[in-house]
């Protein structure tokens, strides 16, 4: 199993513009989840979902969107990436809600 | 929600056990006691977690208290590679969870 894998692993954007962190798991796990983590900070819950076609907001949810439209994939969309947003992005999985296994991150800059 | 309280940091020696308190002293019946660890700039690895006894993996061992008011997490026998955050986390199953600052543990040799 190639367990939680997130791409890409860097990028730097521009104010204003646009992309998707993609995130996809190997394990068959029903729920999802999108964190962001600022230096020296711990992580914030931006979106999570417990199924294909559910998702739901979490502590930070302003400025991001997601869709589940597959059990393996939980991709994070920035509209707008402003300079606030520049964090790390971690994903995480998990069968029973009882422990998550996470990505290696997402490392963006906006400038 | 149930609050955590963890010291900031921790140093160990290595090979020594190293026993990380946390308090969680408003904890709901329902919720679980959740440790996650982080080692620098990696994702978060979740290590283990309880309801009300004991639980114990091959990672380490976690002692919560009998009013679940505290816990410890111990690591028995310290590595190098255990100097890592330590977060304890206190949710309902399957809830999001809130990581707080945690603990810097430093494994010194």
């Known amino acids: 199993n190639a367990g939680v894998t997130q791409t890409p692993k860097f990028r730097i954007l521009k104010i204003g513009q646009s992309m998707t962190l993609q995130c996809a798991q190997d394990?068959?796990?029903?729920?999802m989840y999108w964190y962001r983590q600022d230096p020296g900070m711990g992580l914030k819950l931006i979106y999570y979902?417990?199924?294909?076609?559910?998702?739901d907001k979490g502590e930070v949810p302003n400025g991001y969107n997601v869709s589940r439209s597959t059990t393996e994939d939980f991709p994070l969309r920035l509209e707008l990436a402003a300079p606030s947003q520049t964090s790390v992005y971690f994903c995480?999985?998990?069968?029973?809600?009882?422990?998550?296994?996470f990505g290696p991150g997402t490392r963006l800059t906006v400038t | 929600d149930a609050k955590t309280t963890q010291p900031t940091s921790m140093d160990c020696a290595e090979g020594r056990a190293a026993n990380l308190p946390c308090n969680h002293s408003?904890?709901?019946?329902?919720?679980?006691v959740y440790w996650y660890r982080q080692i620098h700039s990696q994702g978060p690895q979740y290590i283990i977690h309880?309801?009300?006894n004991n639980e114990t993996n091959e990672m380490a061992s976690l002692i919560i208290t009998e009013d679940r008011k505290s816990s410890t997490l111990i690591l028995p026998h310290a590595t190098l590679r255990d100097t890592a955050v330590y977060y304890c986390?206190?949710?309902?199953?399957?809830?999001?969870?809130?990581f707080g600052q945690g603990t810097r543990l430093t494994i010194n040799p």
């Open positions: 408003t904890i709901s019946g329902n919720e679980y």
């Open positions: 394990m068959n796990h029903n729920y």
């Open positions: 309880g309801l009300k």
């Open positions: 995480a999985s998990s069968s029973t809600g009882y422990e998550q296994y």
């Open positions: 986390i206190v949710r309902p199953r399957a809830q999001k969870l809130v």
């Open positions: 979902s417990v199924g294909a076609g559910i998702t």
